[in-house]
């Protein structure tokens, strides 16, 4: 396969884990032990036939989110520590409802982790007339705080869309969006949803891996010997890239 049809993704790539891939060669096994990355013939929203599925609704236990949290806190310390996102974040903001525990693990990692006490948020689906009242839980964000969005995936870029114009509503700064995999697919169009982001509202996508970064863990083959992949998956994910990646 040739890489450059969808591209090494622009992101920052970086290492926390040790040489070579380490760092994302952790998280990549550690979603196949969680039942997260699974690999064979599946479905997706959008009517296509894919060779591996990404399910962040399957972390089920405590040390599984602690765990997440950990990656998700390590990416944002390693971006800022490289002057790419701003260190006066005051809430990370997850979008309802698989974003939640994100940003609650995410923000305890990085206290206990990094020594960096952030507020969290997220968005109700229905706003609470009773009690406190209005459409955020957590933090009550203020104009001018900075906000960090964290997200599992983003397919379509639905939930992006609902969530960042009610934000930008209340006078804040969308620093950027994490999320654990960019799967590097176009949309209905000729564009990833993580591109149409950008365009439409600025906003810089930071994923913890892509799925390049998971062809090269395939590639290399130092997996763990109870981590049995199909020989073929390599041939498989190639082709569906070369069909839908950008």
Same mark, same amino acid.
């Given at each position: 396969?040739?890489?450059?049809? /969808?591209?090494?993704?622009?992101?920052?790539?970086?290492?926390?884990?040790?040489?070579?891939?380490?760092?994302?060669?952790?998280?990549?096994? @550690?979603?196949?032990?969680?039942?997260?990355?699974?690999?064979?013939? @599946?479905?997706?929203?959008?009517?296509?036939?894919?060779?591996? @599925?990404?399910?962040?609704?399957?972390?089920?236990?405590?040390?599984?989110?602690?765990?997440?949290?950990?990656?998700?806190?390590?990416?944002?310390?390693?971006?800022?520590?490289?002057?790419?996102?701003?260190?006066?974040?005051?809430?990370?903001?997850?979008?309802?409802?698989?974003?939640?525990?994100?940003?609650?693990?995410?923000?305890?990692?990085?206290a206990e982790k990094h020594g960096m006490d952030i507020n969290y948020c997220s968005n109700r689906?229905?706003?609470?007339?009773?009690?406190?009242?209005?459409?955020?839980?957590?933090?009550q964000l203020l104009c001018g705080d900075s906000v960090l969005i964290v997200e599992d995936v983003?397919?379509?870029?639905?939930?992006?869309?609902? /969530?960042?114009?009610?934000?930008?509503?209340?006078?804040?700064?969308?620093?950027?969006?994490?999320?654990?995999?960019?799967?590097?697919?176009?949309?209905?169009?000729?564009?990833?949803?993580?591109?149409?982001?950008?365009?439409?509202?600025?906003?810089?996508?930071?994923?913890?891996?892509?799925?390049?970064?998971?062809?090269?863990?395939?590639?290399?083959?130092?997996?763990?010997?109870?981590?049995?992949?199909?020989?073929?998956?390599?041939?498989?994910?190639?082709?569906?890239?070369?069909?839908?990646?950008?």
């Amino acid at each position: 396969m040739d890489t450059g049809t /969808c591209g090494r993704s622009e992101m920052p790539c970086f290492d926390t884990g040790g040489e070579g891939m380490g760092y994302k060669k952790n998280f990549i096994e @550690f979603m196949i032990r969680s039942g997260v990355l699974t690999f064979g013939e @599946f479905i997706t929203k959008s009517g296509r036939k894919t060779p591996y @599925f990404i399910n962040t609704g399957n972390y089920r236990t405590g040390t599984q989110l602690a765990r997440l949290g950990e990656f998700y806190a390590d990416c944002i310390m390693e971006n800022i520590k490289q002057r790419i996102l701003n260190k006066n974040i005051t809430a990370l903001f997850g979008p309802a409802y698989k974003g939640i525990p994100i940003s609650v693990t995410t923000a305890i990692a990085l206290a206990e982790k990094h020594g960096m006490d952030i507020n969290y948020c997220s968005n109700r689906k229905e706003e609470k007339d009773h009690g406190e009242g209005g459409s955020l839980l957590g933090y009550q964000l203020l104009c001018g705080d900075s906000v960090l969005i964290v997200e599992d995936v983003i397919t379509a870029g639905t939930a992006m869309k609902e /969530c960042v114009p009610m934000l930008k509503t209340l006078g804040v700064s969308v620093e950027g969006l994490i999320i654990s995999v960019d799967r590097m697919e176009r949309g209905a169009g000729s564009k990833t949803a993580i591109q149409e982001l950008k365009e439409e509202y600025g906003i810089e996508t930071y994923p913890i891996i892509t799925i390049n970064d998971i062809l090269d863990w395939l590639y290399n083959g130092e997996r763990n010997g109870s981590l049995t992949i199909d020989p073929g998956m390599i041939k498989k994910i190639e082709d569906y890239m070369d069909q839908y990646c950008v």
